[in-house]
């Protein structure tokens, strides 16, 4: 692997060490400050702007999100945790945000300095990147949403269209990465049956050993929204029923793909 330049810069919201969800093994997992998209339901609204933000808690407590760093000072953090393994597995590394990708220099020379030291490396991305190919060498894994099928809701929902997400997404399984696609199931904006049975058949020629998870809907960041002084922009929603996630998932599975509800 090439080496990489160590002192890009970057900004972060923190680093979590020894997880064992974002991946397979124990990892660290990067969260990165900011992102391109704007999901009204987004449970880590501090982790949309970039720069530094401010949250002012109900109880009087205050808060800054947001930490320059530089992929020097990430790697030397996380190179006494390569000692661990799980299930026989190296200890590998996760970037999530916000949007990784959305920084793109800062991302791509940290891929290239977690790679020269041969860990494991995954990406958890909207998709959105029309260089996010080109990150694919020193990828092991991603992780990819898709919000909505239909490109001008997705446009209107979060501000972008999702050709790029579908291309990448494509060429992503093209190349023979791991790819494991996450849908949030968010009631009234892309739970329609139409709207599953649309990804269903987007997935299919891609179901072998691709994986699917649904992300059922809840409002775990609405104590978020309030410190940073907005407003829930889904106060109203209520998540959705067992029944409801059943009924989707079966729409994927019998198109033969693997499907996890969460």
């Not at 891929?111 to 080109?134: C, R, W």
Request: with cysteine.
């Amino acid at each position: 692997m090439n080496k990489y330049k160590e002192n890009t810069e970057g900004i972060i919201i923190n680093i979590k060490h020894g997880a064992s969800k974002e991946g397979p093994g124990w990892r660290s997992i990067i969260y990165f400050k900011g992102c391109n998209f704007c999901c009204p339901w987004c449970g880590s609204p501090e982790s949309i702007p970039f720069g530094n933000t401010e949250l002012n808690y109900e109880n009087g407590s205050k808060e800054i999100i947001g930490k320059v760093i530089t992929v020097k000072e990430i790697i030397q953090e996380i190179l006494p945790y390569r000692r661990f393994s799980k299930d026989n597995l190296p200890y590998g590394v996760t970037l999530s945000g916000g949007e990784p990708t959305a920084q793109w220099s800062f991302y791509f020379e940290l891929l290239k300095g977690l790679k020269y030291f041969n860990f494991p490396t995954a990406v958890e991305t909207n998709g959105s990147s029309p260089q996010f190919i080109t990150s694919l060498p020193y990828l092991d894994l991603v992780f990819c949403d898709i919000k909505h099928m239909n490109s001008e809701i997705h446009k209107k929902l979060m501000g972008k269209d999702n050709k790029q997400v579908l291309h990448n997404i494509k060429k992503t399984y093209e190349v023979g990465k791991n790819l494991w696609i996450e849908i949030p199931v968010i009631p009234g904006y892309n739970d329609s049956e139409e709207n599953f049975q649309d990804i269903a058949n987007f997935l299919f020629p891609m179901k072998d050993g691709l994986k699917v998870e649904l992300l059922k809907y809840g409002r775990h960041g609405v104590y978020k929204w309030r410190a940073l002084g907005k407003d829930y922009p889904l106060q109203h929603l209520m998540p959705p029923s067992n029944q409801k996630i059943t009924v989707l998932a079966k729409i994927i599975k019998n198109k033969g793909i693997k499907v996890d509800i969460s």
